[in-house]
């Protein structure tokens, strides 16, 4: 998973905390994706940017906003955490070609 | 809508017992067809990237090949250590990366 840094790994929130995921990559890849994976749930994109200042809904958007900062960093923020988006999250970044798509190692989230 | 479905969701060999996930697709624009592996605790491993139907591509047991609908990852004489969560996405004209459910494939020694 080379290239693709997350922050935190490990985090428990109250309901209601807010708190930002960090995504980071050195690749110079455009496209980069925020994705939650849940038992039994598989990966569900959340966010995805195809290049600096642009950014799109998921399948799984609601609770949750981005910003794509520069061309390396693409955040991710719980405004008002639920129980429900406990789970874990990645990132990911590739070129808009297709060719080769890293992921991250993955931020573990509880809400409790 | 883009869609990946994968199948079997489980799959149990025996080392040395050969045999094929498959991955059937919908996509607006193919960019790209992926193969992942993802082990317990860990991100997805990228393994292939397949563009065009007819296409191959082989790393050491694991053979993906590529028709208009469907992506098939053989897996040729599995050892132990071939043990994991397969996952096949597609990438589309929009730029989304689309998952399958993951086949988790499990080989006994």
């Known amino acids: 998973n080379a290239g693709v840094t997350q922050t935190p790994k490990f985090q428990v929130l109250k309901t209601g905390q807010s708190m930002t995921l960090q995504c980071a990559q050195d690749?110079?890849?455009?496209?980069m994706y925020w994705y939650r994976q849940d038992p039994g749930m598989g990966l569900r994109l959340i966010y995805y940017?195809?290049?600096?200042?642009?950014?799109d809904k998921g399948e799984v958007p609601n609770g949750y906003n981005v910003s794509r900062l520069n061309k390396r960093e693409f955040s991710l923020r719980l405004e008002s955490a639920a129980p429900s988006q406990t789970s874990v999250y990645f990132c990911?970044?590739?070129?808009?070609?297709?060719?080769?798509?890293?992921f991250g190692e993955g931020s573990w989230l509880t809400v409790v | 809508e883009d869609q990946v479905t994968q199948s079997p969701e489980a799959l149990r060999l025996q080392e040395g017992e050969s045999s094929s996930l498959n991955c059937s697709y919908t996509?607006?624009?193919?960019?790209?067809l992926f193969w992942y592996r993802q082990d317990p605790g860990k991100g997805p491993e990228f393994l292939f990237t397949?563009?065009?139907a007819g296409e191959e591509k082989e790393k050491e047991r694991l053979k993906a090949t590529l028709t208009k609908k469907e992506s098939f990852l053989h897996i040729t004489a599995p050892k132990p250590e071939d043990s994991a969560t397969y996952l096949c996405?597609?990438?589309?004209?929009?730029?989304?990366?689309?998952f399958g459910q993951g086949t988790r494939l499990t080989i006994n020694p």
């Open positions: 990911a970044a590739g070129r808009n070609s297709g060719n080769t798509i890293y």
């Open positions: 690749m110079n890849h455009n496209s």
């Open positions: 940017s195809a290049s600096e200042g642009t950014t």
């Open positions: 996509v607006s624009g193919l960019r790209g």
């Open positions: 397949l563009y065009s």
């Open positions: 996405a597609v990438l589309g004209g929009a730029q989304k990366l689309v």
